[in-house]
């Protein structure tokens, strides 16, 4: 499996919360696939600028294409004809978060999201958005509050008041809670385990630590799958639009034929698997395909984009906006090995 960058500091509150581990700025940095999202059709551009070292947080936010003036002026037009009214976030609560990493982030909504209301919540992340440029943060902040509710419910659900609890049992609890979450009736494979225990970082036995970085990757994309389009492509089986939850590594093997690569325009869909909670693209969906000149490529689509499209009257299936693109002309198929 592809390595994966994950907070190591518990989102979620407890009555005595464990001291975090200290940073090992020694250690070496896990590597991240290059995923960027720019443009404002459904199949993003596979632009792969190259990654700063250490700097997870900031990869994949390639969205401010403005001038800093130009953002400048929009930002001052914007707070003057904004009405504060009894919002009470102050703008360097904003700044500290858009200038974060992905660590300070989540340690912030977790505050954030256990002190202020919904609707601050929602202000918030407009006026994230706003002064970072980038709206890929705005869902992220939207959905912390019911991540990290439920997150701590279904931890004390599955723990109670112990520390280690068996995977074998925790997995049961976390299949019914994904579910509801994803509004499906469909059930996780094996394969689909395996990848989560892999993205926890447990064995046989799972701690609170392992429970949330599973979560902060598994609650948006159950979110996502809950989505009526998308949520049409999950439950489908023929043809099976999302065959699971896969790694880059598995979907590349999958378009290898036995001659080398497949025909171009052969896709895939998948989750990716380096994306967690609160990254921008936690819960995105990333289409890898046999591009025309016989490589690999791996592009984000623009589920805004879509969602956008989707409350127009004659608005297409995702499905068919997909075939539509040039660059994509038939879904392939997950091959596993045994």
Known sequence: ???????????????????????????????????????????IGDASPKMVEGKFENHGEACNLTSDSQRTEERDTDFKIMSRGDYSISDSTIFKYCLGGLTDRAVLLKELATSYSEEELFRFADEVSLYSGCSHHRHQILIAKRLIEEGTKVWYLIAGNNHLIHWQSASLEIEDQFMKISCSTRSL???????????????????QENFEKMWCWLFPVAFTLSREWINKMWNSTSPKWLEGFITKEEAEVSLQGPRGLQDPGTFILRFPTSRSWPHPDAGGLIVTYVGSDYTLHHRLLSLDYFYSCAEQMDAKPLQEMLLAEPELSRLGRIMRSQ
Not at 189 to 207: A, H, N, P, V
């Open 1 to 43: 499996m592809a390595n994966s960058n994950y907070s190591t500091n518990p989102p979620f509150p407890e009555p005595n919360p464990p001291l975090a581990p200290k940073k090992n700025y020694n250690k070496k940095k896990k590597k991240e696939e290059n995923i960027t999202p720019v443009g404002s059709t459904i199949l």
């Open 189 to 207: 494979t094996e394969q689909d385990f395996e990848l989560l225990k892999r993205i926890s970082g447990c064995r046989d036995y799972m701690s």
